[in-house]
């Protein structure tokens, strides 16, 4: 039960993750994994192209192919306007979310 709960928060985080990380300026796929890495939230890249994918669907992503950065041609991802709104809409919430909690886990070890 732990390990779901655990994957569910993970995956609930994932889209606010890929966003923050795009915000400052375009990557590609492989990029955005690699800047993951040093906050030890791993993905494959099964979970990101995916992700990627139907956030460009949802018209928070946009998409461009450049050539001549590597052996193939990369896409690159930005945040469109929408995906910048999504973006704050996310930080406000998790904000929110995470201000919640904390003051239950602090309450909660008041009760030890």
Not at 14 to 27: G, T
């Amino acid at each position: 039960m732990a390990d779901n709960w655990r994957e569910q928060l993970r995956r609930g985080t994932l889209d606010l993750a890929v966003l923050l990380v795009i915000a400052p300026a375009p990557r590609y796929g492989l990029d955005i994994l690699r800047h993951l890495e040093f906050t030890d939230l791993v993905l494959t890249e099964g979970t990101i192209y995916p992700l990627l994918a139907r956030l460009e669907r949802e018209g928070v992503l946009a998409g461009e192919w450049v050539e001549g950065e590597g052996p193939r041609a990369r896409k690159y991802y930005s945040l469109t306007g929408r995906g910048r709104r999504r973006l704050a809409d996310m930080r406000d919430e998790f904000r929110s979310v995470t201000t919640k909690i904390e003051r239950l886990l602090e309450a909660a070890d008041g009760d030890r």
